[in-house]
C-alpha cells in the first residue's frame, strides 16, 4: 500500500495515536508520520533520539537515554519510562557483565587481549553492497595490530 493511502487509512479508521518504532532505520515509512494521519504520533525504540520531525508529539524514552536536562534539544516531549525503555536491555539479561566479581576478559571468547577489536552488531540486511565495501575500505587501512571480532 502506498504512503498516501496508508496514512488516509488510519485517518479513516480514526487512529488516536500512531507509533513509529522504525524511527529513521533502513525500510522505514516516515513519509506516512510527515503526512499526520493521527493527532498524537510518538516516536519509541527504532530510533533513540530526536526524529527532528515537528509530525512527531512524544518520544518515549527514559532518563539514562534523555536525559531532562538536555529536553530543550528534542523537537519532541520527552515521555520517561521509570527504569529502562529498551525492553530487552542488556543490564536485565545479562546482569554478569556488571557483576564486579565476573569480569569478562577478551581471551574468555579467543580474542587478543592486546589488539583493538572492530565490530559490527547490526542486523545483516543493513549491510548492504555500499556499507560492506566502506568498511573493506576503512579495514585495509587499519594497522595489522588490529584485529576483527569473529
Known amino acids: 500500500m502506498s504512503s498516501k493511502m496508508t496514512a488516509k487509512l488510519i485517518n479513516e479508521d480514526k487512529i488516536q495515536i500512531l507509533i513509529n518504532l522504525n524511527g529513521y532505520t533502513k525500510g522505514?515509512?516516515?513519509?506516512?508520520?510527515?503526512?499526520?494521519?493521527?493527532?498524537?504520533q510518538v516516536s519509541y525504540m527504532g530510533f533513540p533520539g530526536t526524529t527532528g520531525a515537528s509530525y512527531i508529539d512524544y518520544l518515549v524514552t527514559d532518563e539514562f537515554v534523555s536525559p531532562l536536562c538536555y529536553a530543550h534539544i528534542y523537537l519532541e516531549k520527552l515521555v520517561h519510562i521509570?527504569?529502562?525503555?529498551?525492553?530487552?536491555?542488556?543490564?536485565?539479561?545479562?546482569?554478569?557483565?556488571?557483576?564486579?566479581?565476573?569480569?569478562?576478559?577478551?581471551s574468555d571468547y579467543g580474542m587478543s587481549e592486546d589488539k583493538f577489536i572492530f565490530?559490527?552488531?547490526?542486523?545483516?540486511?543493513k549491510v548492504d553492497p555500499e556499507i560492506f565495501n566502506t568498511w573493506c575500505?576503512?579495514?585495509?587501512?587499519?594497522?595489522?595490530q588490529c584485529s576483527l571480532a569473529p
Not at 575500505?137 to 595489522?144: D, F
Open 119 to 125: 565490530a559490527c552488531f547490526n542486523q545483516l540486511y
Open 82 to 106: 521509570p527504569h529502562y525503555y529498551f525492553v530487552n536491555d542488556y543490564k536485565q539479561k545479562n546482569r554478569d557483565v556488571l557483576d564486579p566479581n565476573c569480569q569478562h576478559k577478551r
Open 28 to 40: 522505514a515509512r516516515n513519509e506516512i508520520f510527515a503526512i499526520q494521519p493521527a493527532p498524537i
Open 137 to 144: 575500505n576503512i579495514l585495509k587501512r587499519v594497522p595489522k
